[in-house]
Each structure stands twice: as C-alpha cells, then as structure tokens.
C-alpha cells in the first residue's frame, strides 16, 4: 500500500485562473498528470510555495486519445523537487490498486477533499486501462495517481460512458520509454 503521507505531501490541487482543474504528482524527478490539464498554463502548492507550470516546460505531452495506442498524459522537469515515489509498470487484469484522489464536494461549503478510494483493473487496453471504483470520481479528480503496492503505475485521465465508477488511467508503464529517453 502506498504511503499516505507521501501521497499528501507530493500528490497537489492544479489551479488554474483560480479554480481547481485537477491534480498531479510529484515523481521521482517529474510532475506528471493528465493531458487534458498539462495543456493550458497552471500552478501547484507545494510546502506552501507556488509552482507554477508553463505548456512550453512540458517534456511530454499527449491528450484526447483516438486509439489505445496514444497517450492522454503530461510529464514536466520537477523543478528541483525530488520525490521518493517511485515509477512502475505492473498492470494486470484483476489487479487490486490504491487511488490517491481528490474529490468535489458541493452545496454551501464547496471545497475539494483528498480521498483514498480502492480500485480493481477491469480491462487492459494499449497505454490505458479501466478500474471500477470504490468511490464515484467527480470533476476535480483528473490527474490522480494511482499505485500497485508503492508505486505508481497511472494517471486518471477520464471517465467513459456513464457509470461514473469505471475510471480510465494512462498506464506509468507505456510512458516509461519516454521518460527514460527524455530525462536520463
């Protein structure tokens, strides 16, 4: 099981014009979240300090994916912040994950809440594949890691189709490639 204090420490809110798009993490030497977020201009808080991510820092970028052959993914340089979550490649069918999210919560107090929602692998496909949840995902939750044991092995890009509890992730494991060209 991941650590939670790790997950709290290095798993952050993206703003955006002052509202909540989503979130990312802090990895090893990287910020990675969804594609669809990477791709406008955005900040985090980390340690009480602003940092902010421009689209042209990004290393990597990929979204709206046509086939399971495409990616739907941002990775960006930390910025000198070094997490010791680790990158992993492990997915299989059946597999039982744990999903670092955040979570809408609506009416008089509108906020947004970190949550710790158990996810089983349902369907492999290509980069991605889909977890039916133990807690619905709501706007907001774009971007979440989730982990095999300690590592990360994907990234929540969406939601198809209705049931708002089959959650799609870009696997870690097919961006491994470009990280290790990219980066090392």
């Known amino acids: ?6 997950c709290k420490d290095y798993v952050h809110h993206i703003y955006s014009k002052d509202d909540v798009d989503g979130c990312g993490i802090f990895v090893n030497k990287y910020f ?8 406008d201009d955005f900040w985090v808080l980390h340690g009480g300090m602003k940092i902010s991510f421009c689209r042209e820092d990004c290393t990597f970028i990929a ?3 046509k086939n399971a052959d495409d990616y739907e993914i941002a990775i960006f340089p930390s910025k000198g912040i070094v997490s010791p979550l680790k990158l992993g ?12 999210s955040i979570k809408h919560v609506g009416g008089k107090d509108e906020r947004y809440i970190p949550i710790l929602c158990k ?23 774009s971007g979440s890691p989730i982990f095999n044991g300690d590592e990360l092995v994907g990234i929540l890009v969406g939601c198809p189709g209705a049931v708002k509890k089959n959650i799609l992730f870009n ?6 490639p470009i990280i ?4 090392d």
């Open 1 to 6: 099981m991941v650590d939670l204090s790790l």
């Open 32 to 39: 990675i979240t969804a594609g669809h977020i990477g791709k």
């Open 63 to 65: 979204c709206n994916p």
């Open 89 to 100: 490649n492990k997915i299989n069918f059946g597999d039982e994950l744990d999903c670092y």
């Open 119 to 141: 996810g089983r692998v349902s369907e492999v496909k290509g980069n991605f594949f889909l977890c039916s949840m133990s807690e619905i995902l709501t706007e907001g939750s």
């Open 171 to 176: 696997s870690i494991s097919s961006i491994l």
């Open 180 to 183: 290790n060209h990219t980066f």
